[in-house]
């Protein structure tokens, strides 16, 4: 049987920390990167993946972006905000720091800080970073951005918590209101300001002038920055800066889309403006897909409970299916990265931790799994095929099921976060190419494609059996247990 290219297996963890830094990277002067990160938005937002006027409103800074990079149709990532983060600032999979699921329990919760972040990659080789807008990673000291790595940060823990302070009930509770914080690396984190649905409309104005002011100061410099911009929208609630109320008269929905694209091309505007294009890597993707809720009772109104569109695909964010795992991606450097180009190859958001590694001349930690493989190349055009061929599918800290290519094989279902589960006796199998809303069982048609894909699933068991995952909530220091 034809050996898996799968995450597992391209970069082996005993030789990562010699294999995985590139040669081109040390050629040529370390690139900027700046990573635009929205929340909970649908895969078919956007006008290059056949969104924009069709939602009520054309996305001429995204379009532009996709045009001038490389679009990926089948770009992945975890079902829900926490892990998906995780994965992200981490290249392993949210269960393996501890964060397989979003926090509802309160205490102590995010990455240790014995995990190694893409900021704490980069500043080994002379990058500075910020952070500015949604982390969701740890809401404590020890926790925030500024101690994991990033140089500065402004930003809440999470969206919907700015309903909180509107509620008379949870005003009455004693429950503690939430905040905005912001920090500088070496000194404790501080409050900025209120978090509630006044400003919840406005952030989104303020992290891009944040980050367009960090971009100016740091090209000032000529030394390589990280800008990691995890932007609010399009999380619930869905509302709209006082700019931009109005300006398409298709309702709030499309404003925030036009809202998203404007605020997109104010920071490529900057770029482009300061002669450092060339040397910038942009990123546009998203942490989830659309909201996984539906409009109903809402103290802020029906209009602000919105559910984005995934496009073709079925589901939303909290489920198993393409619709929640599946986002838009566009990839932009100049020069390097083919202008238009496009490709459906599996890709997964942690992916760009040993990919930045590679572009950075940085080095991927060799005493833990990385389940996060080497994109570099694949982006940069010198081969057509990605580096992995499929990805496993986690609920919370439970396996789904996994893809492989085209193929998508499910144990277990669930259509919301508000309804029960179906397990089911013997697995489902679907082909995404012609079945993009997995309905049609496939399984006694294709049984070499189930085994294919199920195969991932047991090569990846073996690796939490021999690295055993950070226990959720886990203290600093953190030591890892060993088998």
């Known amino acids: 049987m034809k050996k898996l290219r799968t995450a597992f297996v391209a970069c082996s963890v005993t030789m990562a920390a010699t294999l995985c830094p590139i040669a081109f990277a040390q050629d040529v002067k370390k690139p900027n990167i700046v990573l635009i990160n ?4 649908g895969w078919g937002e956007p006008g290059f993946n056949g969104g924009g006027i069709i939602r009520g409103t054309a996305t001429p800074n995204m379009d532009q972006l996709a045009a001038e990079g490389l679009r990926l149709t089948n770009f992945n990532v975890e079902a829900q905000c926490t892990p998906s983060r995780a994965s992200l600032m981490s290249g392993r999979y949210g269960v393996r720091s501890g964060n397989h699921t979003i926090p509802l329990g309160g205490g102590v919760y995010g990455l240790t800080q014995w995990e190694v972040t893409i900021a704490e990659m980069l500043e080994e080789v002379g990058y500075y970073s910020a952070a500015y807008g949604k982390w969701h990673l740890g809401w404590s ?25 509107s509620q008379p009930e949870s005003a009455s509770s004693g429950f503690e209101p939430p905040v905005v914080m912001q920090g500088i690396k070496g ?7 209120e978090w509630n649905l006044e400003y919840r409309a406005r952030i989104d104005g ?3 002038e944040k980050a367009n002011d960090f971009i100016r100061r740091r090209a000032e410099t000529g030394e390589p920055f990280f800008l990691y911009l995890p932007y609010t929208a399009t999380h619930f609630p869905t509302l709209v800066h006082p700019e931009f109320e ?5 309702g709030v929905w499309a404003d925030l889309l036009y809202q998203i694209d404007t605020y997109v091309g104010r920071i490529t505007d900057t770029i482009d403006e300061l002669g450092i294009a060339d040397n910038t890597i942009v990123i546009f993707t998203a942490d989830n897909g659309p909201e996984a809720l539906t409009a109903g009772d809402s103290h802020v109104g029906m209009e602000n409970m919105i559910q984005g569109t995934p496009g073709p695909w079925r589901g939303a964010a909290f489920t198993p ?3 929640s795992l599946r986002v838009p991606f566009v990839a932009r450097w100049p020069g390097r990265i083919p202008a238009g180009s496009a490709s459906n190859e599996v890709v997964h958001m942690m992916d760009l931790f040993p990919t930045f590694a590679a572009f950075a001349g940085g080095t991927v930690p060799a005493d833990r799994y990385i389940d996060g493989v080497d994109q570099s190349a694949f982006f940069l055009g010198e081969q057509q095929q990605s580096n992995r061929d499929g990805v496993i599918v986690y609920m919370g800290a439970e396996i789904y099921g996994a893809k492989y290519k085209n193929w998508k094989v499910t144990t277990k ?6 309804s029960a589960a179906i397990e089911y006796p013997t697995p489902r199998l679907y082909n995404l190419l012609t079945d993009p809303q997995e309905r049609q069982n496939l399984i006694f048609n294709y ?3 189930v085994e294919l894909t199920l195969a991932q699933i047991g090569e990846h068991l073996k690796t939490l059996e021999e690295y055993p995952p950070v226990p959720p909530g886990a203290p600093d220091p953190y030591t890892p247990s060993t088998k």
């Open 38 to 41: 929205m929340d909970n938005f």
């Open 141 to 165: 000291e020890g926790r925030y951005p500024t101690n994991q790595g990033f140089d500065e940060f402004y930003g809440i823990e999470s969206v919907e918590q700015s309903i909180w302070p």
């Open 187 to 193: 000194e404790p984190a501080s409050v900025a300001r």
């Open 206 to 208: 303020d992290l891009t």
């Open 246 to 250: 109005g300006a398409t008269g298709n």
């Open 321 to 323: 299916f393409e619709g």
């Open 413 to 418: 279902e669930v259509e919301s976060p508000f």
């Open 447 to 449: 049984t070499w494609a």
